[in-house]
């Protein structure tokens, strides 16, 4: 593998940020300020980083006017460097590509329509009616069930396995391990015995979705689950049955949102927060990590829930006095009725 | 794919349902209250759910006997309509069925033994002495360890790991991605270093187990891991070595069952909900989303523990204050010592 | 498969045992102290399970110096008798071992080394430059990326993903459905929508690495995501980018680590607890199963967070008054400071 190489020049012209220094300048790679030499560039996006940049050895830095002072070396200045960086950090991707074509070991099926400058790794499965879009990447090992879509320049991940009737929409990212369009867990009880309902939903993702390695996303029991576009979904996430997500929400690893919610757009999800089932939470909802949804949502902002860590001596005495909360309560109210009795008795 | 069409006097008879409308009349999907059109067919389980069926375009509703009267259309009226639902809903199932035979890129060991009626898809491997019963289905990409059986009717979605010396009984239904008797995480300690020990017990699911996308259920260290019948497993649930799990129980997705813990039968687990190792759960427990079970449960009921969202703002304050929390136990006490001395001195 | 047997001074060499008993006694089997037959050896680990000795049928057993005179068959005495149960685990493992060589549905790209002694499943991927040590197992229909790096002796089971530029260690034992080095959940937000950071690191994992069942562990941003020799990871556990574990440090299913966090060595986390980003945790820490931390911890010890399951109509009670805790707090306050008054008044 070679070493990319470009000219500073060009990568500001690329960014559309101002260029302090020289355009000959060649970099060879992207790292964080601790980490890059002369030859590489960096990135200020956390002010409380700022700190660094004096001491940086990068040969050159994306920046934002405000902190472009700080700067000793080249200086990209550009209003958002963190995009900037993202921007970038594309042209030092060594991530293989897939060669255009069918591998030979991959078993598709003849009705299956697979547009152009399509590759499809090894040990693939392609079922029948599938539809593969132009520029679609499927990767190693990957099964794709009868009649679903897979949307242009979208990239399928080794081992990804997409159910019957899903639709995948356009430059959408799917990481190995993840399952999208498997039967929703529903059952009907009779006597205490669960029988299953069969799950005749789609799952339907827009544009531009991310799903993480190992994330799970059901098929719909009647209607669709329905993933708006531009929502990124990290690890091992579960979406259950008939979830709506709306556009551009983002969830860190371990979210569960269980059957039929209904996410707004632009919300953010910490770590393993999980949403009961048939709850509605609005736009704009920010989730801090293993937070409980319980409840609708109905404001934007930020939701919490839970305790976090402190020493186990400690907690086991606090843990053993939540169970005492509501004696608690209405003992102090006693009390407060007592002391108020007393104020007037004097 | 041509569409189903059925009568709706077939699909009476069909569910034992009492029919008040045209047995002639045809009915061509499956759809929610809201969404079904004239030649579909819904259902009303849930009472709340009742003011849909006044303005429901469905050609025809299940529905309870004391219900029956809002219906405007044909009614199917039985004591279960949920059952119902759940019956109707297989015969407008478009899950492809694979083809019985075996699939000319299987790799299947020449010990192996394979059932009548068996399909087995793409991809697959099938090591030596495993045992797969009639009618099953094998998913494209699963793999069959060593002496394995799988039960009549069983159904492996695509890219399932069955390890070696598993058993599966019959009309289980296991989905893509899930992982079941892989080892369990048994290790000694010496002087800071862990030492792997072999887990040489094996899985065991009885008849009519559901195990969701990406679930894994470990082999046991020494005795085997045991599911009972009528187990229904969502995605990415972690069972692991030694568990028994009794019949009929039910667990939401996420869940976590910590080594060598019995769960009783008729068990139903929120999302999320943690069981700790070595325990003991009666029959009837049911806990609720992301609870934590720390010590043995010996009577039926519903348990719980956690906090649920509120605001961060809010939150902030008062989880700071639950590291208080036995401090604060302790002062009210002290009032209340202070309050009583002054009751009985004045 | 013909049952393995051994002579018991054969054993007792073999651990370096103190036998009290017949070396020349036949041992086919091991088992817990309860099911073990008299051609069966066990163990006594935890001294609780001492009352079982004198009811078990077992044929020998590996017992410390202090417990051995409650054994009423052979002992084979030794220090730390669990250790000696993980070390005569291996002999009773009945896992298949793949056959050295490759299968020939492998598709191996023609630069990839494979060192001797290799065994290498059926329908198994690897890709340009990958360097495949002496003596691994790669399980049937695993994936291995570009340039990886599996070290000598590594056991990788049925369905691992290993993506390009990861490097395993010696020894390292992956278990199926585990994906190594996929992109981390990096995204720069530009008004509202998301844009994808190309995630340049890699995966290092140490020697004797364990990696549980569907287990996921993302490549670095920039720099490395880092797994420490001996390191041991339970069954879905998130690892995000960037992470370092320490040496020697084992976390519980469903554990989740979130970006840039650095976990000291010897630590030992419960299932499902979650660290927060850019943290430091220190050697030595333990944390309780659920526990959330959101700061960094300096001191070995045990943490935990949240409250343990008690009956849901108990629950309700006290976790509505969670809310008000603040409220309380100040209140009890209030109340303290009249009573001062008044104890000063009076």
């Known amino acids: 593998m070679i070493a990319p190489s470009y000219l500073l020049g060009d990568i500001a012209r690329k960014l559309g ?19 890059a030499g002369p030859e590489q560039i960096s990135f200020l996006a956390n002010p409380s980083y700022g700190k660094h940049v004096a001491t940086s050895q990068a040969g050159a830095i994306i920046i934002s006017l405000e902190s472009a002072a700080l700067a000793t070396c080249s200086a990209l200045v550009m209003d958002n460097p963190y995009l900037g960086y993202a921007q970038l950090s594309h042209w030092f991707d060594t991530t293989p590509k897939g060669p ?3 591998h030979p070991s991959a078993v598709i099926d003849s009705s299956a329509r697979i547009g152009a400058g399509v590759s499809i790794g090894a040990q693939v499965v392609i079922e029948a009616d599938v ?20 949307g242009c320049d979208s990239l399928l991940r ?7 009737d899903v639709v995948i929409g356009q430059r959408c990212h799917i990481l190995s391990g993840a399952v999208i369009g498997s039967d929703g867990f529903g059952f009907a009880n009779e006597r205490g015995v669960w029988h299953r309902i069969a799950q005749i939903g789609r799952v339907v993702l827009g544009n531009d979705v991310e799903v993480g390695a190992n994330t799970t996303i059901d098929r719909g ?24 997500i ?18 707004g757009s632009h ?18 909802v920010q989730l801090t990590g293993m937070t409980l949804v319980t409840g609708d949502i109905s404001e934007p902002g930020v939701y919490s829930s839970g305790t976090s860590a402190e020493t186990n001596r400690q907690w086991r005495k606090n843990a053993v006095r939540f169970r005492q909360l509501d004696a608690m309560a209405r003992r102090l109210k006693e009390l407060e009725k007592k002391s108020e009795g007393r104020g007037r008795s004097t």
Chains 1, 2, 3 share one sequence.
């Open 246 to 263: 709306g556009d551009h929400s983002a969830m860190a690893a371990k979210v569960g949102i269980s059957g039929s919610t209904r996410i």
């Open 221 to 244: 029991a009647l209607d669709d689950t329905v993933i708006g576009d531009g929502v990124k979904l990290d690890n091992l996430i579960q979406i259950a049955h008939n979830v709506h």
């Open 17 to 35: 940020a101002d260029l302090k220094g020289n355009p000959q300048q060649r970099i060879t790679g992207l790292a964080t300020l601790q980490c």
């Open 158 to 164: 080794p081992r990804v396995t997409l159910a019957h």
């Open 100 to 102: 255009v074509g069918v």
């Open 267 to 284: 919300c953010m999800f910490g770590g393993a927060a999980g949403v009961a089932g048939h709850l509605t939470i609005s736009d704009g």
């Open 131 to 150: 539809d593969i879009g132009d520029g679609v990447v499927v990767g190693h090992g990957c099964v794709i069930g009868a009649r679903t879509r897979v």
